[in-house]
């Protein structure tokens, strides 16, 4: 099983925009599940956002308004918009595939995750 690629992080003062793009080889990332969790340092991995075959979204009350999940099909990618970025939302930054059937807040919900990508956010 081959694991998702996430990209796109850096150091980006308050208030910024970022765009994390998470590549799926070996799979269809519109086919399945699809959810983001950062993980701060020496943190569990939250929730902030999935995306289920459908199309249909899901955010946490932390990021509503602030961040946008996507895919872009033809490059078969899962994407996070990240606007108005807050110091808190510092993190490593985890793509991960979920069911095939449904969608899930839950960590223990996705069996496929990528290494992450560092996003940093000053004040």
């Known amino acids: 099983q081959v694991q998702p690629v996430e990209s796109g992080g850096g150091p980006v003062q308050a208030g910024g925009s970022l765009r994390l793009p998470c590549a799926a080889p070996?799979?269809?990332?519109?086919?399945?599940?699809m959810g983001w969790f950062p993980q701060p340092p020496g943190k569990q991995r939250e929730w902030v956002s999935h995306?289920?075959?459908?199309?249909?979204?899901s955010y946490a009350d932390s990021v509503k308004g602030r961040f946008a999940i996507s895919r872009e099909n033809v490059k078969n990618t899962l994407e996070l918009q990240m606007h108005s970025l807050k110091p808190e939302d510092s993190a490593m930054y985890l793509c991960?595939?979920?069911?095939?059937?449904?969608?899930?807040?839950?960590?223990?919900?996705?069996?496929?995750w990528g290494q992450g990508t560092q996003v940093t956010v000053s004040s």
């Open positions: 995306i289920t075959r459908g199309g249909m979204t």
């Open positions: 070996g799979y269809t990332v519109s086919t399945w599940c």
């Open positions: 991960a595939r979920g069911s095939f059937t449904s969608c899930s807040s839950r960590a223990t919900s996705y069996n496929s």
